[in-house]
């Protein structure tokens, strides 16, 4: 199954020549609105997964999609939202960081070797927060088999001392006063 990408793009030409480029690889949904946009997030049962998301788009800029999916996105995934744009403004950039763009791409000559690096980090990252989860089970078994050993040797320890002194109370006994020795201990040799 492929993975899902939104384009949100009003520029009939970068519209076509994205859709050419990732038909193969995504399933791929375009909206030519914001406001289309994001009606169709708020009524889609599966959310996409990627969002190529123009800055411009007729009136309004993608920083107001950001804003009005991040009320209604999953927490723990959201989308990776890749903002397409015109300018080389820092100042815009950073905006779209500020409400939850992923990367920020400018056209030009350089855009498709910028969106497979940053497809390739979503990936990356992905990955490595797979490996994250892998090793947080492996780690939680080993404190269970840890646990489990302690708790086992818990129950050898007092089990021997009960057949030792079969008449003494366990809480008379204090294990860590290495000064006495317990009245039912073993006498020396």
């Given at each position: 199954m492929k993975p899902s990408l939104w384009l949100i793009e009003d520029d009939p030409l970068w519209s076509e020549l994205i859709q050419q480029r990732y038909k193969d690889k995504f399933d791929l949904q375009y909206f030519s609105s914001v406001d289309s946009a994001i009606e169709a997030f708020h009524s889609a049962p599966k959310k996409p997964r990627y969002i190529l998301l123009d800055y411009h788009i007729g009136g309004k800029t993608g920083i107001a999609f950001l804003k009005a999916i991040r009320k209604h996105e999953n927490p723990e995934k959201p989308p990776y939202v890749i903002m397409l744009s015109g300018q080389e403004d820092v100042q815009t950039a950073v905006d779209t960081f500020t409400y939850g763009a992923y990367d920020y791409v400018v056209k030009g000559e350089q855009v498709w070797e910028r969106l497979k690096i940053t497809f390739r980090n979503i990936?990356?990252?992905?990955?490595?927060?797979?490996?994250?989860?892998?090793?947080?089970?492996?780690?939680?078994?080993?404190?269970?088999?840890?646990?489990?050993?302690?708790?086992?040797?818990?129950?050898?320890?007092?089990s021997i001392y009960l057949r030792l002194c079969p008449d003494e109370r366990l809480l008379k006994w204090d294990p860590l006063d290495m000064q006495h020795t317990p009245r039912c201990a073993p006498a020396s040799s």
């Amino acid at each position: 199954m492929k993975p899902s990408l939104w384009l949100i793009e009003d520029d009939p030409l970068w519209s076509e020549l994205i859709q050419q480029r990732y038909k193969d690889k995504f399933d791929l949904q375009y909206f030519s609105s914001v406001d289309s946009a994001i009606e169709a997030f708020h009524s889609a049962p599966k959310k996409p997964r990627y969002i190529l998301l123009d800055y411009h788009i007729g009136g309004k800029t993608g920083i107001a999609f950001l804003k009005a999916i991040r009320k209604h996105e999953n927490p723990e995934k959201p989308p990776y939202v890749i903002m397409l744009s015109g300018q080389e403004d820092v100042q815009t950039a950073v905006d779209t960081f500020t409400y939850g763009a992923y990367d920020y791409v400018v056209k030009g000559e350089q855009v498709w070797e910028r969106l497979k690096i940053t497809f390739r980090n979503i990936a990356r990252q992905e990955e490595l927060e797979r490996e994250i989860i892998e090793l947080r089970i492996r780690f939680r078994r080993w404190q269970l088999l840890v646990g489990g050993i302690l708790l086992l040797i818990t129950i050898v320890f007092f089990s021997i001392y009960l057949r030792l002194c079969p008449d003494e109370r366990l809480l008379k006994w204090d294990p860590l006063d290495m000064q006495h020795t317990p009245r039912c201990a073993p006498a020396s040799s």
